[in-house]
């Protein structure tokens, strides 16, 4: 069984819950990432995804003043890199996620995207043929 540390991005973009989504969204544009963990010193306080970014730009705010910890999805769920992509990829379905912070006990880890468990699961059906 492949886990999470098989496939995980561990260079996770991260940022604190006081700064504005406009530069924070412009990181995620930089890096070419979708998301971005909001950090409280070493704990993980939530996430910023490009939906939440696509909710905050419709409502018509002042990106450029507005605070991230307005926007962000507050305590997400998390998984272990023991993880299996089969048991991730049943959680980010069944909630709709995308994005997926992977964590040991409070320290962030990395970060496994929708697209990483896809990838993950195309390799090994190659591998299998």
Same mark, same amino acid.
């Given at each position: ?8 991005? =561990?260079?996770? @973009? *991260? ?6 989504? $406009?530069?924070?969204? +412009?990181?995620?544009? /930089?890096?070419? #990432? ?10 993980? =306080?939530?996430? @910023? *995804? ?6 905050? $730009?419709?409502?018509? +705010?002042?990106?450029? /003043?507005?605070? #991230? ?14 993880? *299996? ?17 992977? #964590? ?26």
């Amino acid at each position: 069984m492949i886990q999470l540390r098989d496939i995980m991005t =561990a260079e996770v @973009l *991260t940022t604190s819950a006081e700064r504005p989504v $406009a530069e924070v969204t +412009s990181m995620m544009v /930089k890096i070419r #990432v979708g998301s971005a963990v909001v950090m409280q010193g070493s704990w993980l =306080a939530g996430i @910023l *995804t490009e939906r939440d970014v696509l909710r905050a $730009a419709a409502s018509g +705010s002042d990106l450029t /003043k507005s605070p #991230v910890s307005e926007w962000m999805t507050r305590n997400p769920m998390t998984a272990t890199s023991d993880t *299996t992509v089969r048991e991730a990829a049943e959680v980010m379905l069944t909630n709709g996620f995308r994005h997926l912070p992977v #964590v040991e006990g409070r320290e962030l880890k990395g970060m496994v995207s929708i697209r990483d468990v896809l990838a993950s699961g195309i390799r090994r059906r190659s591998n299998l043929e």
